[in-house]
Each structure stands twice: as C-alpha cells, then as structure tokens.
C-alpha cells in the first residue's frame, strides 16, 4: 500500500465517520421546518379567528339593524293611521278604523305586531257625551280601571278585536310608563313607546310595550303648548316582546342568542340555561344600546352552540399535523442516512484492519 493510498483511505474513513452521525445542519434543517410548520399553523388559526369573529361582528349587527328597522317599518303604519284619520276630518268612526286596519293585513305583512288601535284624549267635562256617542253602537262600552289623575286616555277602538278585547276602553292614565309615554308623545309630537308592561290581551303576561303616534286638530303646530292645547288622541300598537322578536329575527336563521333589557327589566332573553341553543362558555359576546322613541334598549348578544359548530374550522390542525409528519420524515431520513454512514465506516475500517 503506497503512502498517498493510505492517506486517501484515511481521508474517506473520516469522511465517512464525519457523516455517521448528525451535525448542526441537520438538527437546523429539521428545526427551521418545524418553525415554518408553527408559523403555518398560527396564521392560519388566526385568519380564521378574524374570519369567525367577521362573521358573528355581522351576524350582531344585523340583529340590532332588523329590529330598528322593524320598529321603523310599524311607526309608519302608524303614522299611516294618524293620515287617515285627518284625511277624515280629525276623527274616525269604529266602522271606517276596521276597513282601515283589515286593508294593512297586519298578520300576513307585520308579524310581531297585535294591532293597531285608536287612543282618544277625553278631559273630565266631556267623558259623558264621549260614552254616550261610544254607547251608540257598542252599549257595553265603559272606560276603565278608576284611577286619581284629572283625564282619561281610554282605548277607543283596536283591530283586530276578537285578539284584543280586553284592551278596549282600557285608559293609559291608569299606569305610570303607559300615560308617561302618552304624554310625551302628545307634547313631542314625536312616536314615543312605552316602558316594560304586561298587555291585558297577553294570556301568557310576558313583557310588552305599547307604540304610539300622536295626532292634532288643524295643521301645523308650534311648540309644546299648541299641540297640548289642540291634541286629540294617539294611534297605537301593542307588542309582546317575544312575538314582535320571533317575528323579526327568527331564531332558526341565526347563530346568536340575544337579551334585550330596559333598564334593570329583561324584555326578552335567550342567554339562559333553559335555552336549547344556549352555549355556557360564548365564543364570542357583543352588546349595543338603542335609543328607540323614548327608550334605551341594551341588547346583549352572545354566540350561541350552533354558532361554535358551524364554524368550527379543522384547516390549522391539519396544517400543523402535515408539518409536523414531514419533519419526522425529514429527521428520519436523517437518521437512516447517518446509520448507513457508520455501517460504511464500520465496513471500510475492518477492510483496512486486515
């Protein structure tokens, strides 16, 4: 064996014997592709946070859009009764009212509505000739219950009755949030609705409120003192809370439970145990205050279950499964390279020892 062979072959052995085990590169190799594989899984689970959170954003929002809307869409009916009733001369008979109420359709166009009613304003020194023409055509009529304030707001007429006939003749001075309301829809000449009542046609006494618009004798008016001088009654609509909500914001077609409150009384809550779609532990939360015609709703609305489902998203768990699979394959191949290495080595260093 020449000198210049034996140095060659011991130049390749620890060549060989330098590869039979791993190095810095390859533990770097494998490192840096675990780090990409992470950076991978992070951003994606973000991205998808952000789009999830986009998503119940909007899914808030339009809640609390579709009931001003909604309560916008019945001020006008509303302020469609007072035009009717001053297109007749400032008042309106029991007969016209219904042809009237019948020609909006309200079960099929206004769901969550219970109708619309006429209010009239009556002073003290001219109840009797107001019973007396009411009495004409409906001798049972009577205007109730008593109460100690020097005016009476009594419920004329209401469509569709047969729903509604305990509300008829019933006076909104009786009660504190029905007559404050009242009084100031009359001096605002603005729609105006009530604080939390329960309605007497509301067999199951949920929360409720009434809506009202005022209307005036002549044309325009100037200031507080004219339309309190020459005020007539109010157009009027009763609403169960439950019912104006499942007709606006069906709950089958969201993914948000909501609770609306009025100051400290719950109006309407579907963040509660007994909930089918409640979710204990909300992905999300989101709350609004609206100042709705003299009152402050404040709507708290939470993802519900069905929200956490439909967007549960499987993308940053696969991503971080696959990078995490490669890097094992990566530090395997590594592995086998640097135990055929050795094996070489362990070979070539036996030939030469012979």
């Known amino acids: 064996m020449t000198a210049a062979f034996a140095d060659d072959l011991l130049n390749k052995k620890q060549s060989i014997k330098r590869s039979a085990r791993l190095h810095w590169i390859h533990w770097f190799v494998v490192g840096f592709s675990l780090f990409l594989t992470l950076m991978a899984w992070s951003i994606s689970k973000q991205a998808i946070k952000e789009k999830v ?13 579709l009931i001003t809307e909604r309560m916008r869409k019945y001020e006008d009916v509303l302020w469609g009764g007072v035009a009717a009733i001053q297109a007749l001369g400032g008042d309106v008979s029991v007969r016209d009212w219904r042809i009237y109420a019948d020609s909006l359709r309200i079960e099929d166009k206004y769901p969550g509505i219970n109708g619309i ?96 618009a005022p209307y005036y004798e002549g044309g325009a008016l100037n200031g507080e003192a004219e339309r309190k001088r020459r005020f007539s009654g109010l157009v009027y609509a009763p609403f169960v809370v439950k019912k104006l909500l499942e007709g606006t914001l069906a709950k089958d077609k969201r993914l948000v439970g909501i609770r609306i409150t009025d100051g400290d009384l719950v109006l309407y809550d579907e963040n509660r145990v007994d909930v089918e779609d409640y979710d204990p532990d909300p992905l999300y939360r989101k709350t609004f205050e609206l100042d709705l015609y003299g009152r402050t709703w404040a709507l708290d609305i939470r993802s519900a279950l069905s929200f956490r489902q439909a967007t549960k998203a499987n993308e940053p768990i696969v991503i971080l499964a696959g990078g995490i699979f490669i890097d094992a394959l990566l530090l395997t191949l590594f592995i086998l390279l640097a135990d055929s290495n050795r094996r070489a080595f362990d070979f070539i260093n036996k030939i030469a020892t012979e």
């Open 53 to 65: 959170a986009i998503q119940f954003d909007r899914q808030a929002v339009q809640a609390a859009e």
């Open 117 to 212: 009613g006429v209010i009239h304003f009556v002073p003290p020194d001219e109840m009797k000739a107001y019973l007396a023409e009411q009495r004409l055509y409906r001798p049972n009529y009577s205007v109730h219950p008593p109460h100690n304030r020097n005016e009476f707001w009594p419920i004329t007429y209401i469509e569709p009755v047969a729903v509604n006939s305990a509300a008829v003749g019933l006076d909104m001075a009786h009660e504190a949030n029905r007559y404050l309301a009242a009084v100031s829809a009359r001096d605002t000449g603005a729609a105006r609705i009530t604080g939390p009542i329960t309605l007497v046609q509301d067999a199951n006494k949920t929360p409720g409120f009434l809506f009202y």
